[in-house]
């Protein structure tokens, strides 16, 4: 079992930027992929960004250049730093971990952003 809790969420104008964190618990030892899904009311969670234990990501086409990922494989941690948000990227975003085929989700955190 693994553990997801993710922070960072919160309202922001568009243009700026926020940084969300993950932190993992549990049987990390297992967790190969670590990633970011987002979700809107009324549509399906959709992949944002993934990086694998030994370091490779990618990118849904829809962040590529404005967010970027980073893992931390010592801490068990997973970050989202998330620049020039767009109203489109309202979504709650959840924290991601894949283990022995398993996937794990954290709670969620809401991202807003206004004009």
Do not use: H
């Not at 693994?2 to 990390?28: D, F, I, K, M």
């Not at 970027?68 to 309202?90: C, G």
């Amino acid at each position: 079992q693994v553990q997801l809790v993710e922070s960072g969420g919160g309202l922001v104008q568009a243009g700026g930027s926020l940084r969300l964190s993950c932190v993992a618990s549990g049987s990390t030892f297992s967790v190969d992929m670590m990633g970011w899904y987002r979700q809107v009311p009324g549509k399906q969670r959709e992949l944002i960004a993934a990086c694998s234990r030994g370091g490779d990501t990618n990118y849904a086409d829809s962040v590529k250049g404005r967010f970027t990922i980073s893992r931390d494989n010592a801490k068990n941690t997973v970050s989202l730093q998330m620049n020039s948000l767009k109203l489109e990227d309202t979504a709650v975003y959840y924290c991601n971990a894949v283990s022995y085929g398993q996937r794990y989700w954290g709670q969620g955190t809401q991202v807003t952003v206004s004009s």
